[in-house]
T-cell receptor
Framework: GEDVEQSLFLSVREGDSSVINCTYT??????LYWYKQEPGAGLQLLTY?????DMKQDQRLTVLLNKKDKHLSLRIADTQTGDSAIYFC?????????????FGTGTRLQVTL | GAVVSQHPSWVICKSGTSVKIECRSL??????MFWYRQFPKQSLMLMAT?????????EQGVEKDKFLINHASLTLSTLTVTSAHPEDSSFYIC?????????????FGDGTRLSIL
């Protein structure tokens, strides 16, 4: 289908790892991104992965890409209360001569003490 | 890091008014900017792609006469909601693409909450 799917909600305890999953649609997508949105704010680019990579690590963030299954995940190590937000994955799809992002449905991460 | 400034952050106005929202890329040039609309607890819906020096490209179902987009310079795009009505109330977010370095990452403004009475 056309939708980029994510789980709606995830709750973890502070200090644990969080894993947010995403299933995207287009195997020809060149870049895949993870964005964070805090209440009432815009989106903050957290990290990205190029489609020919399997994994990318950036401090507490680890992105895994399974291109065969079109599955993307974001792992947050040592999750903190400040990580509570909505997380969107996005794929960059080419449409003709242009390209645009298609966003997932968003996962609300709740971090509890 | 790259910054996109969007303002105003919140607008309340009467039905029938036109409202202009500005989106500026502060430390990079953006030939392409994007305007999104977000309903509560939902994902972003792309409304249109704003192209510097040419007409915007609107997504299916978005009225171009209702949502006027102007991208007059490499750092500024504006969205004007003309004759706004309560159903236009929403959270509007702009984004600018930074093509330097080849990544083409999109950076987002903080959004504008539009409330039409």
């Amino acid at each position: 289908g056309e939708d980029v799917e994510q789980s709606l909600f995830l709750s973890v305890r502070e200090g644990d790892s969080s894993v947010i999953n995403c299933t995207y649609t287009d195997s020809s997508s060149t870049y895949l991104y993870w964005y964070k949105q805090e209440p009432g704010a815009g989106l903050q680019l957290l990290t990205y992965i190029f489609s020919n990579m399997d994994m990318k690590q950036d401090q507490r963030l680890t992105v895994l890409l399974n291109k065969k299954d079109k599955h993307l995940s974001l792992r947050i190590a040592d999750t903190q209360t400040g990580d509570s937000a909505i997380y969107f994955c996005a794929e960059r799809k080419r449409t003709g001569t242009a390209s645009k992002l298609t966003f997932g449905t968003g996962t609300r991460l709740q971090v509890t003490l | 890091g790259a910054v996109v400034s969007q303002h105003p952050s919140w607008v309340i106005c009467k039905s029938g008014t036109s409202v202009k929202i500005e989106c500026r890329s502060l430390d990079f040039q953006a030939t392409t900017m994007f305007w999104y609309r977000q309903f509560p607890k939902q994902s972003l819906m792309l409304m249109a792609t704003s192209n510097e020096g040419s007409k915007a490209t609107y997504e299916q179902g978005v009225e171009k006469d209702k949502f006027l987009i102007n991208h007059a310079s490499l750092t500024l795009s504006t969205l004007t909601v003309t004759s706004a009505h309560p159903e236009d109330s929403s959270f509007y977010i702009c984004s600018a693409r930074d093509e330097s370095g080849g990544l083409g990452a999109q950076h987002f403004g903080d959004g504008t909450r539009l409330s039409i009475l």
